[in-house]
Each structure stands twice: as structure tokens, then as C-alpha cells.
């Protein structure tokens, strides 16, 4: 079952933006960090970004930062990531997830984020 549900995906030209959502779904994820990984076909899942309860700490990739934000809405519960001037190699598959520690999305030192999205498609052509 999943706990969160994202939307916002699709098609996009080389240049564009895209703004991702996600909700949550089965329950509320009150005092838990949320954030966006990715995973292209062929390659390993990455972080991508990730957002702390309240919204006042931000994490990126490296080489995300400056093209894409994440933001939370004033319930807490929903996320959001807007993915500005997209290359074609940031296609892949964008999940959400939440965790109570922030560190689970960034740092090799924790295991995976515990609630997951099905996922969003977002391909970006050349």
C-alpha cells in the first residue's frame, strides 16, 4: 500500500519546467522529513532532495542545485519539487518518500526512507 502519492510528471523539451507533487495519502506524516530520489533506466536510484519537518532546512544533490527546489505546503504534508531548465539526462522515474530522519535520504550511513510513492514518470526530450 502505498503512503504517498506523487503527480506531476510527464513529457517536457530540453529547457522546460516541471513542478512534481506529492500527498499523502493513508496517513499524515506529522514531525517526518520528505524528499524526492530518482531513477533513470539502467542506473541506481539517487537522491535527489529532501526537506526537513517545518521546512527549514533544504538538501540537494550537488548537481541539482540551483535548477531544482523543493518546497512544503503550509499542512506539511505534501511536497513539492520544481525542476527547472531539465536536461534530457534527468528522465527517469521521481519518488517521494518520508522518514522521521532527514539523514535517511542523503547519507550512505542510514537505511532507505520507510514510506515510499509508486512514482512519476518525467522524461525530458532533446
Known amino acids: 500500500q502505498e503512503h504517498l502519492v506523487e503527480s506531476g510528471g510527464g513529457l517536457v523539451q530540453a529547457g522546460g519546467s516541471l513542478r512534481l507533487a506529492c500527498a499523502a495519502s493513508?496517513?499524515?506524516?506529522?514531525?517526518?522529513?520528505m524528499g524526492w530520489f530518482r531513477q533513470a533506466p539502467g542506473k541506481e536510484r539517487e537522491f535527489v532532495a529532501a526537506?526537513?519537518?517545518?521546512?527549514?532546512?533544504?538538501y540537494y544533490a550537488d548537481s541539482l542545485k540551483g535548477r531544482f527546489t523543493i518546497s512544503r505546503a503550509g499542512t506539511e504534508n505534501t511536497v513539492y519539487l520544481q525542476m527547472n531548465s531539465l536536461k534530457p539526462e534527468d528522465t527517469a522515474v521521481y519518488y517521494c518518500?518520508?522518514?522521521?530522519?532527514?539523514?535517511?535520504?542523503?547519507?550512505?550511513?542510514?537505511?532507505?526512507?520507510?514510506?515510499w510513492g509508486q512514482g512519476t514518470q518525467v522524461t525530458v526530450s532533446s
Open positions: 518518500a518520508a522518514d522521521p530522519t532527514v539523514r535517511t535520504f542523503y547519507s550512505t550511513d542510514y537505511d532507505s526512507p520507510l514510506y
Open positions: 493513508t496517513r499524515t506524516f506529522t514531525n517526518y522529513a
Open positions: 526537506i526537513s519537518w517545518g521546512g527549514a532546512n533544504t
